[in-house]
C-alpha cells in the first residue's frame, strides 16, 4: 500500500507540475487578450515569420518537435536536447514581393551540468535580418516635373540568445503504465531593433520562455511557448507593441519499416496583441535517414494553405527546402543549409575535489606528531620476496 501510494502521489505530482507549467503560459495570454488590436497592429512583423524550412514544410508546427537549432526561434526548451554543436544558415527566403529574410543561428551542448542536476544544457545564439523591400516616394514640383525617390520601406533586426535543459526525468505510474517523462525548460533573451523608411529607428528587448515534455517509448511529445514579450518598440513619440505570440502543440513520432519513420506535429498559434490565432499541421516522413517529405496546412489565418518541403541529409550536412502552394495571401519559399559537428565532443566539466587529513585534536601542551603520510593504492612490488610462514601437515 505504501508502494502504490508513492507511485500515485508522484503521478500526482508530475501532472501538477505540467498543469502549473501550462497556467504559467495561460496567463499571459488572457491577459493580453482584453487589450490586443487588430490585425498587423504589431511592429515586427518579420519576428511572426517562420525562419526554419523544416518547420515551413509542416505549417509551421514545430513547438513540440523542438529537436534541432532552430528550436530557438519556436521553443527555448528544446535546446536542452542539443547534444553535439550545430550551426545553420537561411540561404534564402522570399515573401510578399521583394521582402527577404535571412537567418544564422549555432548551438551546442554546455561543459557541465545543468541547474537541475539532470544533463548538459544547451545555448544558442541566432541572428535575423529582414528586409521589407523598397518604397518609392513620387511628389510633384513647382515646374510640373514628377521626382522619384526610394527608401527602404523597413529593415529589421533581431539578436537572440537561448538557454534550455532538462529539469525533470522519471517514471511515472499512469493507471498502470509506467511513463518515463523527461521535461524541459527554455529562455531566451532577444534584443530587436527596427528602421522603417531610413527615418525613424527603434529598439528594445524581449523574451522568449518555453516548456517541453517527452516521453520516448511513446513517441510523444508537448510544448507550450511565449515569444516575443517586452514592452514594444518606440518610434519617435509612438510605441508599438511586438507580436507577442503563444505557441501550444503536441507531436508523435513512430518508426514504419527498416530505418523510416514518420513525425505527426499539431499546433496552435495565438497572437496576443492582434486578437489573431492560426492552427497548424504538419507530417515529415523520414527515408533512410538521407530524404525527408514534409507537408502541412495553415488554417484559422488570412495566409492559410498548403505548405510542403523536401530534406537531404549526407553524413553531417543537411539542406532544407520548403514552400508555400496556393496560399490565399502570398507563398514564401525558403532554402537553408546544416551542418552538426560530430567530429567535436563536449566534455562534462566537474569540480575537482579536493580531500585533505584531518589533523589530530591536541589535548596539552606538547605538539601531536604529524600524521603519517598514507600508502599508494599501488603499492610497489617487492623484489626477491620470500615467503615467512611455515605450516606443518601431520
Not at 77 to 103: C, F, T
Not at 147 to 165: I, M, V
Not at 217 to 233: I, K
Request: glycine residues 10%.
Amino acid at each position: 500500500m505504501d508502494t502504490q501510494h508513492k507511485t500515485e502521489s508522484k503521478a500526482a505530482s508530475a501532472l501538477n507540475r505540467c498543469a502549473g507549467v501550462l497556467l504559467v503560459f495561460a496567463v499571459p495570454l488572457l491577459a493580453a487578450s482584453a487589450f490586443a488590436g487588430g490585425p498587423g497592429s504589431a511592429g515586427m512583423q518579420a519576428l511572426k515569420l517562420d525562419m526554419s524550412p523544416r518547420a515551413a514544410g509542416m505549417g509551421g508546427a514545430f513547438v513540440a518537435v523542438a529537436d534541432d537549432i532552430y528550436t530557438i526561434g519556436y521553443n527555448p526548451a528544446g535546446l536542452g536536447q542539443l547534444y553535439i554543436p550545430e550551426a545553420s544558415a537561411v540561404l534564402h527566403h522570399s515573401g510578399i514581393d521583394d521582402s527577404k529574410m535571412n537567418n544564422i543561428s549555432f548551438g551546442l551542448p554546455l561543459p557541465f551540468i545543468g541547474l537541475a542536476g539532470l544533463a548538459k544544457p544547451g545555448f544558442g545564439v541566432s541572428l535575423m535580418l529582414s528586409d521589407a523591400g523598397s518604397f518609392d516616394y513620387r511628389y510633384i514640383n513647382y515646374d510640373g516635373s514628377v521626382t522619384k525617390q526610394s527608401f527602404d520601406a523597413q529593415k529589421d533586426l533581431a539578436l537572440t540568445f537561448g538557454y534550455g535543459e532538462k529539469v525533470y526525468s522519471d517514471e511515472v505510474n499512469l493507471d498502470g503504465y509506467k511513463a518515463k517523462i523527461d521535461q524541459y525548460l527554455g529562455l531566451n533573451i532577444k534584443y530587436v531593433k527596427s528602421t522603417i523608411l531610413q527615418q525613424y529607428s527603434a529598439s528594445g528587448f524581449a523574451f522568449d520562455g518555453g516548456w517541453l515534455l517527452l516521453e520516448p517509448d511513446l513517441g510523444l511529445s508537448l510544448g507550450a511557448s511565449l515569444a516575443n514579450y517586452g514592452g514594444g518598440l518606440k518610434y519617435a513619440t509612438e510605441v508599438t507593441n511586438l507580436p507577442s505570440i503563444m505557441r501550444l502543440g503536441a507531436a508523435y513520432e513512430r518508426p514504419t519499416v527498416m530505418d523510416q519513420s514518420v513525425l505527426l506535429a499539431a499546433e496552435a498559434d495565438f497572437y496576443m496583441n492582434e486578437a489573431m490565432k492560426s492552427l497548424r499541421f504538419g507530417l515529415e516522413y523520414h527515408f533512410e535517414k538521407i530524404f525527408n517529405l514534409r507537408l502541412g496546412y495553415k488554417a484559422a489565418e488570412d495566409n492559410k494553405g498548403l505548405t510542403m518541403g523536401l530534406g537531404l541529409h549526407y553524413n553531417d550536412m543537411s539542406m532544407d527546402f520548403a514552400s508555400g502552394m496556393s496560399n490565399q495571401v502570398y507563398n514564401s519559399t525558403q532554402l537553408s543549409f546544416s551542418y552538426k559537428f560530430t567530429g567535436i565532443v563536449i566534455k562534462e566539466y566537474r569540480n575537482k575535489v579536493k580531500y585533505k587529513d584531518p589533523q589530530p585534536a591536541r589535548a596539552g601542551p606538547d605538539k601531536a606528531k604529524p600524521a603519517e603520510k598514507p600508502a599508494s593504492r599501488q603499492a610497489k612490488p617487492q623484489e626477491n620476496k620470500k615467503d615467512s610462514d611455515f605450516f606443518w601437515i601431520y
